[in-house]
DNA sequence: CGCTACTGTTCGTCAAGGCGAACAATTGGA
DNA sequence: TCCAATTGTTCGCCTTGACGAACAGTAGCG
């Protein structure tokens, strides 16, 4: 309906709004965009179901994902200690993987906390096509990343992979803990 | 271009394809999306530039985020040592927050590791509508949430909230680190 | 063998999106 | 002050997406 238009209109209108001191007039964007400017306009007044590559374009444009300009949002707090929560992929005594934040609904990724100690490497088998993964390591050492050229990561130390190849986590000292990010396509 | 139609198609045809099995047919769908079964044909097949209400139908039909029939991917391997990396928001002695991986391109949230030393608590504004955040605590403890309810974290201890109310972070013991992720719309 | 109910396809029609040009309304130098 | 270069708006025209009906291709059952 014309209400998820005006939405997204409106959403794209207030984020060029906030770049709108940089320079970034509705002209100027439907310029970069490869639209007309007319396009734009009707858009952002509310009216109108743009097409895909439209809104493809505008999002390039922006420099921003497509959700940005779609997805509803939802709200909730939620608290789980350590050492509560569902434990998932927990098949082995000296690597445990705590679901923090599931996927679905209306988000791209999961959330997990890592408590590990020094072991065999855990090689994860390639997820979805197009996955990345977002390792924090927290107190400890791991040795993190594609299989073929892991890194050894300190505490605060960050690393991102994708997640489509197959990859490992291997903790290098007693107590190691990290954060994961799995962000799907 | 047709290129991304295609891409679209193509994903929205593959997932369809899975649950065809607990009988998901062409016709099915589009009845369920309430669109006519010759606009999903063409779609599938590869062709067409559907408008953004079509898709928005489509995704709810299949149950999946419209981001899912749209995003690509983006493959890269980046580390950030401890110390290293852009500091944003550190106005202040005993709070900085180190950006890991921003928004753009092609991801919904930004990720932060913060570290903290006791003090005066650090008060967020709210960010845009829909905005939500994750946060788990590494070594330390420290009161994270909604300024009118914030709760006391420990090491491992997760909690997620809304970020488009204003939102409070207090170390409670000196080099307190954390992981937050902010989730945009 | 039909008959039925389904699969997904292609056709013609209509409405709507996207385009460019012409349009007012502001700003900024010279 | 006047001219130039912006801003974002509204107009007709053309293309194209979305629709429904008619279509061919397959099971499944009496």
Redesign the pocket.
């Known amino acids: 309906m014309d209400t998820s238009a005006a939405l997204i209109t409106l959403i794209a209108a207030s984020i060029r709004r906030e770049r709108?001191r940089t320079g970034l007039?509705?002209?100027?964007l439907a310029k970069r965009a490869?639209?007309?400017?007319?396009?734009l306009?009707?858009?952002?007044?509310g009216a109108?179901?743009?097409?895909v590559?439209?809104l493809w374009a505008l999002a390039v444009a922006l420099g921003v994902p497509i959700s940005r300009l779609i997805d509803p949002p939802r709200p909730h707090v939620r608290v789980i200690r350590a050492g509560e929560g569902p434990v998932t992929h927990s098949e082995r005594a000296d690597y445990a993987a705590t679901l923090l934040a599931s996927c679905p609904p209306g988000a791209r990724r999961d959330l997990f906390r890592i408590d590990a100690e020094p072991g065999e490497a855990r090689v994860s088998d390639p997820h979805n096509p197009g996955t990345m993964e977002h390792v924090i390591i927290g107190p400890g050492r791991a040795l993190v990343g594609p299989i073929e050229g892991p890194v050894e990561l300190g505490p605060g130390d960050y690393i991102t992979y994708p997640g489509d190849v197959p990859h490992v986590f291997r903790a290098l000292e007693p107590r190691t803990t990290a954060v994961i990010v799995m962000e799907h396509v």
């Open positions: 709108e007039s509705l002209t100027e490869g639209i007309a400017k007319s396009t306009s009707q858009l952002e007044s109108g179901n743009p097409s590559e439209t």
